[in-house]
């Protein structure tokens, strides 16, 4: 089944539909505010995301205190980075960047 890049005025989606008028619908579907903008198929059957694209570079990895501060949290962005700030004694500006980073990376 390919996938569809479905973006909408709000979100970036992928979905696996057989058309994309499925891929368009299941959009609608699921956010009716949203006004859908393309519909394109991917060349591949995986979605990409480059690290460089997100500002990573190579300078941020997964950490595992990061992810474990946003499970504490139940993904509550800013009480995860006062978590993180309390267990490492990281800088407000660290902890926004390690959460903001593991965020991006599918915690």
Known sequence: MPLYEIETN?????????????????????????????????????WVISKSFLGLNGRAEPCEQARDCLAKAAGDKLHAIRLYMHETGADLHEAQRAIETNMSLGW
């Open 10 to 46: 709000a979100h970036i989606m992928i979905a696996a539909t057989d058309t994309p008028e499925a891929a368009r619908s299941l959009a609608i579907e699921h956010y009716p505010q949203d006004e859908v903008i393309r519909v394109t198929k991917r060349p591949k059957q995986m």
